[in-house]
């Protein structure tokens, strides 16, 4: 099955720096790559995601990156706020006939220092 | 639009019990699935389901049942709680595949 990586396991900016998470993935059949964000005693919530035919998206602060070739995928938060402190989990499917089935990194706790 | 919703959002059980998971959705997605999440080691999918009277197993099913009886509905048995199972149990429902996983509110569950 898929195995997938996350690093690193905590990780403290400064208030209006960036951030970089990044993920590997095993499974080269793997093309849907979301990002999760997690606030404590809240369900995760999806923030951004990529799929296999894309190197990069953007959303306002946050990117993701792929690379198909090396199995990994990155996400950018920039000008960190102290709101976007929380657990980001990453994931990967392979969209097998119909099932969205995901599997999670170990999540990034950020911390954004004020 | 109430989402995905999940009850009990707590639960106590004595080893050996059984209980029912409720989850529900209203958005007519016909992908649901089960995940737990345990401290470090993030969300594992136990079981999933593509559509009403199919169902599925995940990464960690043993120990948990499912059915799928309709579209809206999606619950997950215990059938004979152990303290291995306490975690942080999850729904999720989305439209398939390639598509956003919308989660319920999570169900803490604690065997003793």
Redesign the interface.
Known sequence: ?EN?E?HP?TLSVQEGDSAVIKCTYSDSAS??F?WYKQELG?????II?I?SNVGEKKDQRIAVTLNKTAKHFSLHITETQPEDSAVY?CAA?R?????????????TRLTVIP | NAGVTQTPKFQVLKTGQSMTLQCAQDMNHEYMSWYRQDPGMGLRLIHYSVGAGITDQGEVPNGYNVSRSTTEDFPLRLLSAAPSQTSVYFCASGKGVGTEAFFGQGTRLTVV
């Open positions: 099955g997938v996350q396991s093309n849907y979301p809240k369900r995760p919530q999806l995601d799929r989990f499917s969209g097998q006939t119909g099932a969205n089935n995901l599997f999670f990194g170990t999540g």
